[in-house]
Nanobody, 126 residues
Framework: QVQLVESGGGLVQAGGSLRLSCTASGRTFSSYYMTWFRQAPGKEREFVSTISQSGGKIYYNDSVKGRFTISRDNAKNTVYLQMNSLKPEDTAIYYC???????????????????WGQGTQVTVSS
């Protein structure tokens, strides 16, 4: 049984920072990319960032590039999302996700992911 548990969300003022964590269990963590998505009220879930198994490949949504940093600690089965210079438009529920396959996949596509966390709310006030 795969479980992904996010933490670290909260309320922050614009320009502030938050660090999200997602701890996984049930599959060999180091064998899979890990990805963050987010969903704002009334909007579709969107890709935020992904990181390869060893951390050597990282991709970001253009809207967060230069402000967010994804990282992982395979010894702790945990992926992180450091979010700096937060803006009100970053307000959303943030989800971590693990893909179905260990090999290449379309990381921006939601249906590529087999497992999702419960989400953590991030609210950025202006």
């Amino acid at each position: 049984q795969v479980q992904l548990v996010e933490s670290g969300g909260g309320l922050v003022q614009a320009g502030g920072s938050l660090r999200l964590s997602c701890t996984a269990s049930g599959r060999t963590f180091s064998s899979y990319y890990m990805t963050w998505f987010r969903q704002a009220p009334g909007k579709e879930r969107e890709f935020v960032s992904t990181i390869s198994q060893s951390g050597g490949k990282i991709y970001y949504n253009d809207s967060v590039k230069g402000r967010f940093t994804i990282s992982r600690d395979n010894a702790k089965n945990t992926v992180y999302l450091q979010m700096n210079s937060l803006k009100p438009e970053d307000t959303a529920i943030y989800y971590c996700a693990q893909p179905r396959r260990m090999d290449s996949f379309y990381y921006r596509q939601i249906n590529e992911y087999a497992y999702w966390g419960q989400g953590t709310q991030v609210t950025v006030s202006s």
